[in-house]
């Protein structure tokens, strides 16, 4: 989980209550599936942006038994977590890295992948850190991210964290929540393919682009 200003995710605290309801959110599980069936299973190399404690990873490796996995996060915490998860997984790099800063030379890649991260960006970070992206995708490689984003109302926002089981009073600080519209026209006009929004519920949607395999 990655946080624009760092913050709360730097606290073992706070680390430790997310992962503790990582997996009560409604939803999730059915957004993650819906992911997996998008990142191909030949894809060799995969970075995750924003790892947290490598949940993301753990997930794709399942079936890409072969695959080499990258992981990207600036929380000690959550790195601490994701070295414990893959300590005897050599086919996993953990990197300490913080999303607000450029990405690092890490060579490229078959599929890139973020899940609930880059929504604590600003937006004009947001939009640079896809243009990155682009740049380290292989051509025929896609981008998979699985995000929170803003509600087009208050009233759905509110509905969100009704469903969530969360008081609006504890909406995270860090979040620099963005429509699905505009980061999807970002995307196109950094000139992915096949751009769309593959699945959503409330502010949960999984944005996805194919770097073409000819880039124009």
């Known amino acids: 989980m990655q946080s624009m200003p ?3 995710w730097t606290t073992a605290e706070h680390v430790h209550r997310y992962l503790g309801r990582a ?13 997996l069936e998008q990142v191909p299973r030949d894809a060799r190399r995969i970075l995750d942006l924003g790892t947290g404690d490598g949940r993301l990873l753990a ?6 038994r072969e695959m080499l996995g990258v992981g990207l996060d600036f929380s ?13 997984d050599e086919r996993i790099e953990l990197v300490e ?25 600003e937006h004009d970070r947001k939009r640079s850190l896809y243009s990155e ?47 699905v519209e505009s980061q999807l026209g970002w995307l196109r006009e950094l000139g992915f ?20 395999a000819e880039v124009r």
């Open 6 to 8: 760092a913050g709360e």
């Open 23 to 35: 997996d009560e959110y409604p939803r999730r599980a059915e957004g993650e599936s819906v992911l």
């Open 59 to 64: 997930l794709l490796r399942i079936d890409r």
């Open 76 to 88: 000690e915490p959550m790195l601490k977590a994701a070295r414990e998860r893959f300590a005897d």
């Open 97 to 121: 890295h913080d999303l607000a800063e450029a990405l690092p030379a890490l060579g490229r890649f078959d599929a890139v992948v973020s899940s609930m991260a880059i929504h604590h960006l």
């Open 133 to 179: 992206v682009f740049e380290l995708l292989e051509p025929g490689g896609v981008f998979v991210n699985f995000e929170h984003v803003a509600s087009p109302t208050h009233r759905l926002h509110r509905a969100f964290f009704a469903a969530i089981g969360e008081p609006l009073e504890h909406e995270d600080p860090s979040d620099r929540l963005l429509d």
């Open 193 to 212: 393919d096949d751009v769309d929004c593959y699945w959503k519920w409330l502010e949960m949607a999984l944005l996805i682009g194919v770097k073409p």
